[in-house]
């Protein structure tokens, strides 16, 4: 069974750029959670989605951005880039959505914004 | 969300058992106890998870302490290939199912 995939795998922008990132869940999972990973702040929570709905949102500004599409795969946004959102995006699918299954990460994006 | 405390990092000699502790003195009820791993320049893997009882499977095992106040991930024989940083997560049972990493212990295996 294939993994989870993030494409592209790394992406240079520039300030206030946008940027858009795509990730496709192992077949039959339902849910895709995105985090951002940074030096400083470690890996913080994005937000996740299931079934085309957004079921959980971590503390990020409405800069970012996400959707789930019919078949799963799940797309995030990110619009006027800073240098700060410099990092290595990465997306976990699971077959549900409870505190009882594990996620599965993809190899991430590596982000870099000039 | 509930809070795990483990210690920045640890070492082990290959080939020997490492324990890994987790505390998390204010667990409720309902949370589940996950590890994950983390190796160099990859995503987060998952390594095992547990409510109430001690779990095990091929990649580890997790004993859970009677008051669910801390936890120890149990690797039984340590390769290089094990050398990663280890995060031990509490995850709300119910609809909130995201992770929340802390720093996580970084294991060094040495031969």
């Known amino acids: 069974k294939a993994g989870v995939t993030q494409t592209p795998r790394y992406l240079i922008k520039t300030r206030g750029q946008q940027v858009t990132l795509s990730c496709s869940p192992i077949?039959?999972?339902?849910?895709v959670s995105w985090y951002q990973q940074t030096p400083g702040q470690g890996l913080q929570f994005l937000f996740e989605y299931f079934s085309e709905t957004q079921r959980n949102k971590g503390n990020f500004p409405g800069r970012f951005s996400g959707r789930q599409f019919s078949n799963s795969r799940s797309e995030m946004n990110v619009s006027t880039l800073e240098l700060g959102d410099s990092a290595l995006y990465l997306c976990?699918?699971?077959?549900?959505?409870?505190?009882?299954?594990?996620?599965?990460f993809g190899p991430g994006t590596r982000l870099t914004v000039l | 969300d509930a809070k795990t405390t483990q210690p920045n990092s640890m070492e082990s000699n290959e080939e020997e058992p490492v324990h890994l502790p987790c505390n998390h003195s204010?667990?409720?009820?309902?949370?589940?106890i996950h590890w994950y791993r983390q190796l160099p320049s990859q995503g987060p893997e998952y390594v095992i998870h547990?409510?109430?009882s001690n779990v095990n499977n091929r990649m580890a095992s997790l004993a859970i302490a009677e008051d669910r106040k801390s936890s120890t991930l149990i690797l039984h024989r340590a390769t290089l290939r094990d050398a990663a940083v280890y995060y031990c997560?509490?995850?709300?049972?119910?609809?909130?199912?995201?992770?929340?990493f802390g720093t996580g212990t970084r294991l060094q295996v040495t031969l």
């Open positions: 976990a699918s699971s077959l549900l959505w409870t505190a009882n299954n594990e996620q599965f």
């Open positions: 204010t667990i409720s009820g309902t949370d589940y």
């Open positions: 997560i509490l995850r709300e049972s119910g609809t909130a199912s995201k992770l929340t």
């Open positions: 547990g409510l109430t």
């Open positions: 077949s039959g999972h339902r849910s």
